[in-house]
């Protein structure tokens, strides 16, 4: 079994920084990629950005591209979301996720953490 645990969340308001971070613990050698998702008031939870935890390959949704940046910190089995440039469309709550190898989809998932930016 793997835990998440996100930490980081808060408010900023428009144009500000914040930094999440994913801490991972249990199994997480057999870990493939992890991920970010956010999910708005309202609406379904969507793919935000997701780097492979060996090759360190990065993916990230077109409206985020350029503003966030994901990394991990495979000695420390951590996983950061750098947010920069925030919008007030960027306000969710955001989730880690896990994806463990021979497994089609992401099956851990944190406890989410909200993000809030004010105009």
């Known amino acids: 079994q793997v835990q998440l645990v996100e930490s980081g969340g808060g408010q900023v308001q428009t144009g500000g920084s914040l930094r999440l971070s994913c801490a991972a613990s249990g199994r997480t050698f057999s870990s493939y990629r992890m991920g970010w998702f956010r999910q708005a008031p309202g609406k379904e939870r969507d793919f935000v950005a997701a780097?492979?935890?060996?090759?360190?390959?990065?993916y990230y949704v077109d409206s985020v591209k350029g503003r966030f940046t994901i990394s991990r910190d495979n000695a420390k089995n951590t996983v950061t979301l750098q947010m920069n440039s925030l919008k007030p469309e960027d306000t969710a709550v955001y989730y880690c996720?896990?994806?463990?190898?021979?497994?089609?989809?992401?099956?851990?998932w944190g406890q989410g953490t909200q993000v809030t930016v004010s105009s």
């Open positions: 780097i492979t935890w060996n090759a360190g390959n990065t």
């Open positions: 996720a896990l994806q463990m190898l021979g497994r089609p989809d992401y099956d851990h």
